[in-house]
């Protein structure tokens, strides 16, 4: 299996960006279909992003188009997710997670979790 770690979370105004990164370990990295998953208080789990193994394709939720770009680093066992133009509706804790199977924006479809990190937007 692949173990996830998420860093970079905090707290941004309304408008500002930030960088999160998800570490993996175990497992061979690039074997995997990688996403970026948020909850907010009280709503479901909600896949914003995801990148394919070689970084080739990625997916974006309506809600994060134009704003939020994924990346990945293979050689790094590294997946980033650069946040622009931050509105207090993007505040929730951001797991990142591991797909054995091809990219999806299915959460059901994702195999291995990190803990997750708080991103919290003031307006």
């Known amino acids: 299996q692949v173990q996830l770690v998420e860093s970079g979370g905090g707290l941004v105004q309304a408008g500002g960006s930030l960088r999160l990164s998800c570490a993996a370990s175990?497992?061979?990295?690039?074997?995997?279909?990688m996403g970026w998953v948020r909850q907010a208080p009280g709503k479901e789990r909600e896949v914003v992003c995801g990148?394919?193994?070689?970084?080739?394709?990625?997916y974006y939720a309506n809600s994060v188009k134009g704003r939020f770009t994924v990346s990945r680093d293979n050689a790094k066992n590294t997946m980033y997710l650069q946040m622009n133009n931050l509105k207090p509706e993007d505040t929730a804790v951001y797991y990142c997670?591991?797909?054995?199977?091809?990219?999806?924006?299915?959460?059901?479809?994702?195999?291995?979790w990190g803990q997750g990190t708080q991103v919290t937007v003031s307006s």
């Open positions: 997670a591991a797909a054995s199977g091809r990219l999806t924006g299915i959460k059901s479809e994702y195999d291995y």
């Open positions: 175990g497992r061979t990295f690039s074997r995997y279909a």
């Open positions: 990148i394919r193994w070689d970084g080739g394709i990625t």
